[in-house]
């Protein structure tokens, strides 16, 4: 991750200045967040993105009963959060080129108990949005976007964050493409859920409500209308958070440079590589997946090996959670209901891509994939 002295003055300010936790710090993060996505959305800063999707769920009334479309090429968390409000989730496939969440899947899926989707925008690349609200509206049902991936991304040329949606959740986890070591934002349009997150990310206490029934609005004073979350972010890294947005941009860029070049070189390689945004629209390169075509003479295991050999870091996103023991097992799932998915889970690698990645670092990557695909080519 690229931290600089600006990010390191930035808290060590916020240490000296005798207010660590969610203060004034916390607010201006979130008006500047906000002014970023811009369409009038309002911020809502959390301890996680995960915290944040439970809020959003929560704010939106799921509850046991209800069933929630998420796709299943994701991070647990996506699905984790429908089951902490005793909601049942509903896997669906994702979409061939995009890897993002099948439009015509959720199609499938949805039931009379259908309550929500989760879309996730895999890898930074937006998913189907004009489909998905199609589906959305003529089923009236809510759309969430897990948007961990895609600060900044783009769909009909608006930033995600922005769309006609219920709310989308950013992350800021160490490895995601800006931090503040933990956090994430809700951005929402909808005032009365921005509300209730805002009461439910601390303890359910409201001032507000206090106010209202004993017209004295003392500091002190506060009223408790719910069992609420401890999921509020610190001044600590609101700080952090607030350079890191102030260069998301230039770090976006440097991503997007290293996947072209990624992109040239491997053109003409047996291997699949992942679509870029169509023209005039943001890709924000969260990752670099590539897929290895079963039946082809080389396998991921050999550039798991080439790779490690040169002490390159690499990941696998995903396996797919209808293969993980507790999905599969509570809701007895199968590879042959998502094709995509699994395919893609035996042969994807990801490889790295960060905004610090020097031109050595980049040709490097680029040496391992083109050597193991052309020496083990060339053994057949
Ligand atoms: C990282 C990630 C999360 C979880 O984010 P946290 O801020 O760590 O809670 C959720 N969904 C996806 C797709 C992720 O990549």
Redesign the pocket.
Known sequence: MAISELEIAAVVRVLRSGWLTTGNEVFSFEKEFADYIGGGVEAIAVN??????HLVLEAAGIGPGDEVIVPTL??T??AEVVRYLGADVVFVDVDADTLCIDPVAIEKAVTSKTKAIMV?H?AGLAADMPSIQRIAQAHNLKVIE?A??SFPATSGGRFVGSLDTTAAIF???A??TITTG???MIVTRDAALAKRCRVMRLHGLDRDAYARFNGNSAQWRYDVIAPGFKYNLTDIAAALGREQLRCAESLRVCRQAVAERFTAAFAKLPIRLPVHAPANEVHSW?LYPIRIPSGANICRGDFEAGLMARNIGYSV?YTPLHRMTYWNALYQLDDRSFPVASDHGDTTISLPIFSAMTDTEVEEVIDVVISITNSNANLN
């Open positions: 996680s993105n995960t915290a944040g999707m994701t991070f968390a996506t996730v895999y897990d961990a991936h992350s800021f986890y490895n995601k933990e956090g994430g969260h996103h």
